[in-house]
């Protein structure tokens, strides 16, 4: 089996990202905690995100107008001035965070780049943000290409692969959203390498294709250059 190109999400696979998020939320349950239970906050943010995503796509800043609406709808609009300034300060404080690569990630990556493969960082998120977190990770220059994406199907995967590779047959994606980076990676004709983060974002969660000859779950990014190996 020739393997020629590696793709790998980025946020929660090469560095933090939906921890932040959760600490963000529990700071906007108690900023409304006057206005609504925990449990109420949760799900109107929760239905307010999936009805903007569309609109906002993904990352901090859909996700903070997202809080902003949701406090909007609790407070029947009439959120107190202050309480909006909180939320956008939580909202640049999120776009501040130190980005610091997950255990293993820079001796994974050096691994398979000295390998010869090429690298391909493919994510969601906010074009500016995203190309300053890669910018902050300091592996920049292991990446033979950067493809920052509105939505991750299989088409997408099947174009980049093209552009960048040798086509899907021949390329792995890694990633911890089974939704996004998996499946429709497999669908694609690629390999998916599943590496679970601790923490899910609801959009996110699938079956996993447990019996797909072409899936693989590994415990750690420091497993995928073995795995890689095994397969040629």
Not at 32 to 39: M, N, T
Not at 114 to 143: C, N, P, V, W, Y
Not at 204 to 227: C, K, M, N, Q, Y
């Amino acid at each position: 089996m020739r393997i020629t190109t590696v793709g790998l999400d980025a946020d929660d696979t090469l560095w933090h990202n939906e921890t932040i998020f959760r600490l963000t939320q529990d700071r906007l349950r108690a900023m409304l905690s006057d206005y609504a239970s925990h449990e109420l906050t949760t799900a109107r943010l929760a239905e307010v995100e999936k009805r903007n995503l569309r609109l906002y796509g993904y990352g901090v800043k859909g996700f903070t107008l997202s809080m902003i609406e949701t406090a909007m709808e609790l407070t029947e609009g009439q959120p107190p001035g202050r309480l909006i300034a909180d939320i956008l300060a939580a909202g640049r404080e999120m776009l501040s965070e130190p980005v610091e690569p997950l255990p293993g990630v820079d001796n994974a990556l050096a691994e398979l780049a000295e390998a010869g493969l090429r690298l391909i960082l493919i994510t969601k998120g906010d074009l500016l943000h995203q190309e300053q977190k890669l910018a902050a990770s300091g592996l920049g220059d292991l990446f033979a290409a950067v493809e920052i994406v509105s939505e991750k199907d299989a088409s997408t995967y099947a174009r980049v692969f093209d552009r960048y590779g040798t086509g899907a047959g021949e390329a792995v994606m890694v990633g911890n959203s089974l939704r996004s980076d998996i499946l429709p990676a497999i669908e694609a004709g690629a390999w998916g390498a599943y590496i679970p983060y601790p923490i899910t974002w609801a959009h996110e969660v699938a079956d996993p294709p447990a019996d797909h000859p072409r899936f693989t779950e590994l415990a750690s990014i420091s497993e995928l250059p073995g795995w890689l190996g095994s397969l040629s």
